[in-house]
């Protein structure tokens, strides 16, 4: 069973455009069992996971990261994970996403670093 899921994660349909650029040991995979939401039909049905892993590392839902932009490398994505599942077969993370301080510039509301 768990051999069917990981050859439908590893199909060209069900990976991101991203990954054809990027070697085998640099993907992401789930750790952990997934669980679903209580009273969820349909396609409202994702398999939520609390982890994912590469190699040793590994990021939990509420850990901070770092995400790359391929349009700006010198100022990276920084968020906070607030949920991680699989739709239709493509991995999904929700993210709470940082400002870098030159983005808040003439913000008056905003009095924290």
């Known amino acids: 069973k768990s051999k069917k899921i990981r050859d439908r994660q590893e199909s060209c349909e069900s990976r991101s455009k ?3 650029f ?3 040991r640099q993907l992401w995979s789930w750790s952990g069992k997934g669980y679903r939401r209580p009273r969820a039909k ?3 049905r994702k398999q939520f996971f609390k982890a ?3 190699g ?3 990021i ?3 850990d901070s990261a770092v995400f790359l932009s391929t349009g700006r490398p010198d100022r990276p994505y920084i968020g906070r994970i607030e949920a991680m599942w699989e739709s239709c077969g493509k ?3 929700k993210v709470k996403w940082f400002y870098h301080p030159e983005e808040t510039t003439g913000c008056p509301t ?3 670093p």
Request: proline share 4%; charged share 20%; aromatic share 4%.
């Open 18 to 20: 991203m990954t054809a």
């Open 22 to 24: 990027l070697p085998a």
């Open 42 to 44: 349909g396609r409202s």
């Open 52 to 54: 994912i892993q590469r």
């Open 56 to 58: 040793k590392e590994s």
């Open 60 to 62: 939990t839902v509420g």
């Open 91 to 93: 991995m999904v993370v």
């Open 110 to 112: 905003l009095k924290f």
